[in-house]
């Protein structure tokens, strides 16, 4: 008997980031979710979180998005919201190495303060890539 194991990487579970509710946007809103991958022992790769489909997006300014108005937002790779998360290897994604078994990681939100647009439900669709 014989298998020969390949370097491959599997995105495990991406749960939904949830601001919850909010009013008037005059303070940060910050939210967390995590994120799991898998990967064959010893291969290295990297997670990667495009800018969305939001009007006007960019990786450091995402847009979920009502109607024709926005709710600018951030994702980051740190608790201190400096490490921007974006999709460039080498830049702004996370990186890693597998262990073989499921790994976490957490993606940091924030709705920074801005004008706040009319009531309603406001979101956006972020592709998660992994590359290894």
């Given at each position: 008997?014989?298998?020969?194991?390949?370097?491959?990487?599997?995105?495990?579970?991406?749960?939904?980031?949830?601001?919850?509710?909010?009013?008037?946007?005059?303070?940060?809103?910050?939210?967390?979710?995590?994120?799991?991958?898998?990967?064959?022992?010893?291969?290295p790769?990297?997670?990667?979180?495009?800018?969305?489909?939001?009007?006007?997006?960019?990786?450091?300014?995402?847009q979920?998005?009502?109607?024709?108005?926005?709710?600018s937002?951030?994702?980051?790779?740190?608790?201190?919201?400096?490490?921007?998360?974006?999709?460039?290897?080498?830049?702004?994604?996370?990186?890693?190495?597998?262990?073989?078994?499921?790994?976490?990681?957490?993606?940091?939100?924030?709705?920074?303060?801005?004008?706040?647009?009319?009531?309603?439900?406001?979101?956006?669709?972020?592709?998660?890539?992994?590359?290894?």
């Amino acid at each position: 008997m014989r298998i020969t194991i390949a370097a491959e990487c599997q995105i495990v579970s991406t749960p939904d980031l949830d601001f919850g509710s909010a009013g008037v946007l005059t303070d940060n809103v910050d939210a967390t979710t995590t994120l799991q991958v898998a990967c064959t022992a010893s291969t290295p790769y990297d997670i990667g979180l495009n800018e969305g489909v939001g009007p006007e997006a960019t990786i450091t300014t995402r847009q979920m998005a009502s109607g024709g108005d926005t709710v600018s937002y951030q994702l980051f790779r740190d608790a201190g919201h400096t490490a921007n998360w974006g999709d460039t290897v080498g830049t702004d994604t996370q990186s890693g190495t597998g262990t073989g078994a499921t790994q976490s990681y957490t993606v940091y939100g924030r709705v920074p303060p801005q004008t706040t647009p009319a009531p309603g439900v406001y979101s956006d669709t972020v592709t998660v890539t992994l590359t290894y």
